[in-house]
């Protein structure tokens, strides 16, 4: 997949398919609770009142982690620790 990753997404691609993607999350009852923000400060609560860690990092990285695209290597999670285990993504 390389030249077509998540860095080249375009900026309106990525903030639609965001808000699609942690909707259908909250939807999914396997989804873990947690919040996730973008380094503009975007917040989406995922699943629950706002308990589960915070995954922070580029929108364009957050949707490839959350869409199974990439590891997320480049995402923070507060408190420190591994990123949440997702649902498996079915398109």
Excluded: I, N, Y
């Excluded at 808000?19 to 973008?38: F, G, I, Q, S």
């Amino acid at each position: 997949m390389r030249g077509h990753g998540p860095a080249r997404w375009p900026a309106w691609f990525v903030a639609r398919e965001l808000e699609t993607t942690t909707a259908r999350l909250r939807a999914d009852p396997k989804a873990p609770p947690m919040t996730v923000c973008t380094d503009e400060d975007q917040v989406l609560r995922v699943v629950g009142d706002g308990q589960g860690p915070r995954v922070t990092g580029p929108a364009a990285e957050l949707l490839g982690w959350l869409t199974g695209r990439v590891a997320g290597h480049t995402l923070t999670v507060d408190p420190q620790g591994a990123l949440p285990v997702l649902p498996v993504w079915r398109s």
